[in-house]
């Protein structure tokens, strides 16, 4: 495993894997315990769109483990392939740093980054996939639920970067995801295809809000206007009229029900303050796990393969 721009492109042992290391990094971190696997390591966070959480716990994540971020804004480099190539950046930050994580509008800049440098490529976020999200989701509904296996995930909204990469994630380990959109915003056929092709009926999109939520072990949704979107923002604060993740929609689920969001949350649009605030509100505990899973990824893709240094 080079890189980790998509779910879908990762075996099943390594998601346990990383699961398994992120909860175990947790702990041990929680303890005092510090691991500083990555010194004298860096790493190069490119950002073509804002963000606190994946930010900070991959800023984070990388000084707990003793190597060293650098925070790039596009304007301090021109543009991403504006002022030079994709390829020549990436192969200009291949003699430099030994990983890159980049927020990107197009998916194929984080494609074109992996392709064109030797050293890990992480997708912190593009229009099509937020994989870290999902993962630090698994993980968050690991610890409420004690297992992943057949939990079912209500997702409340926009076919999404987000709702896609849970897509994967629940063909990859066995969840169910059922995306309630209006029309014109559904989870897309393809990734649909893709997900049940993984785990046959994890994936199932519907009109009706309502008829998810009925057997959910979760409700989880995301912003109606993503990153790049603002424009659309009067167009779809109407489209979205009746998908709000209000007291009357979770009242309709069972009452273990949880709620997620991947923040941040435009209270009063896809969710209620009521709700976020809610006793099952488990928003704060993902927001957490950011910074348990980039802990195990920077781990698993910047440390040297023992087979090569055996090898060496
Ligand atoms: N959930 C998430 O990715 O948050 P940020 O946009 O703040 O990084
Ligand atoms: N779907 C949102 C997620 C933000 C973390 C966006 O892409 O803006």
Redesign the pocket.
């Given at each position: 495993m080079k890189d980790f721009l998509a779910i879908s492109d990762c075996s099943v042992p390594e998601l346990q894997e990383l699961l398994a290391e992120s909860s175990s990094l947790k702990a041990f971190y929680k303890s005092g315990g510090r691991d500083l696997c990555l010194a004298g390591k860096t790493l190069a966070m490119l950002f073509e769109?804002p963000s606190l959480?994946?930010r900070l716990s991959f800023q984070v994540a990388m000084t707990d483990l003793g190597g060293s971020p650098i925070y790039v804004k596009p304007e301090d480099i021109g543009g991403i392939g504006k002022r030079e190539p994709v390829k020549d950046i990436a192969r200009v930050l291949n003699r430099y740093v030994q990983g890159i994580m980049a927020r990107t509008f197009e998916h194929q800049t984080v494609l074109d980054l992996a392709q064109y440098a030797d050293i890990p490529v992480i997708n912190a976020?593009t229009?099509w996939s937020?994989p870290c999200?999902a993962m630090a989701d698994v993980l968050t509904i690991q610890e409420h639920f004690s297992h992943i296996a057949g939990i079912k995930i209500a997702f409340i909204g926009?076919g999404?970067?987000?709702a896609r990469s849970l897509a994967f994630a629940a063909g990859k380990l066995n969840m169910k995801l059922c995306v309630a959109s209006p029309s014109g915003y559904e989870l897309d056929e393809e990734t649909i295809r893709s997900a049940n092709a993984l785990t046959p009926g994890c994936t199932s999109q519907v009109r009706d809000p309502y008829e998810v939520v009925v057997d959910a072990d979760v409700i989880y949704t995301?912003?109606w206007v993503?990153?790049?979107q603002e424009n659309e923002k009067a167009k779809r604060q109407k489209d979205f009229a009746g998908y709000a993740v209000d007291g009357k929609l979770v009242a309709a689920a069972p009452r273990h029900v949880k709620i997620m969001h991947?923040?941040?949350a435009y209270r009063g649009y896809e969710i209620t303050d009521e709700v976020a605030e809610s006793p099952g509100s488990i928003i704060f505990d993902q927001a957490e796990n950011r910074l348990h899973f980039q802990r195990a990824l920077l781990k698993k893709l910047m440390t040297p393969d023992p087979q090569s240094l055996l090898s060496c």
């Open positions: 769109k959480r994946t976020l229009d937020h999200q926009d999404n970067n987000v995301d912003t993503s990153m790049g991947c923040l941040p």
